[in-house]
């Protein structure tokens, strides 16, 4: 099993910015994409941005210019910097990983449990 742990959501202002962090445990071989979605109340879950263990780097249009997400292969762990913040930003942020147990093990999601970011008008 992979496990995903977050931190780093809460309420800001219009404007503001917060960290996001995403540390990923378990029985892991190698990780593949690692990436942040987010889901807000009565919306489908959306890709923000992912990060290739190459660093090669996806952002949705919404945040392109306002989020960076960074990657640090040796201790599994994945962040997205988030500036100038929106109120259409409040959603619940959920880490994700592409990972191998073993391997040669096929490639599995792995999800954390989600961290609500809320931005005030």
């Known amino acids: 099993q992979v496990q995903l742990v977050e931190s780093g959501g809460g309420l800001v202002q219009a404007g503001g910015s917060l960290r996001l962090s995403c540390a990923a445990s378990?029985?892991?071989?190698?990780?593949?994409?690692m990436g942040w979605y987010r889901q807000a109340p009565g919306k489908q879950r959306e890709l923000v941005a992912a990060?290739?263990?190459?660093?090669?780097?996806n952002y949705a249009n919404a945040v392109k210019g306002r989020f960076t997400i960074s990657r640090d292969n040796a201790k599994n762990t994945v962040s997205l910097q988030m500036n100038s913040l929106k109120p259409e930003d409040t959603a619940v942020y959920y880490c994700?990983?592409?990972?191998?147990?073993?391997?040669?093990?096929?490639?599995?999601?792995?999800w954390g449990q989600g961290t609500l970011v809320t931005v005030s008008s």
């Open positions: 990060i290739t263990s190459g660093g090669t780097t």
């Open positions: 994700n990983a592409e990972a191998r147990r073993y391997r040669g093990a096929p490639l599995r999601d792995a």
């Open positions: 378990g029985s892991i071989f190698s990780i593949e994409a």
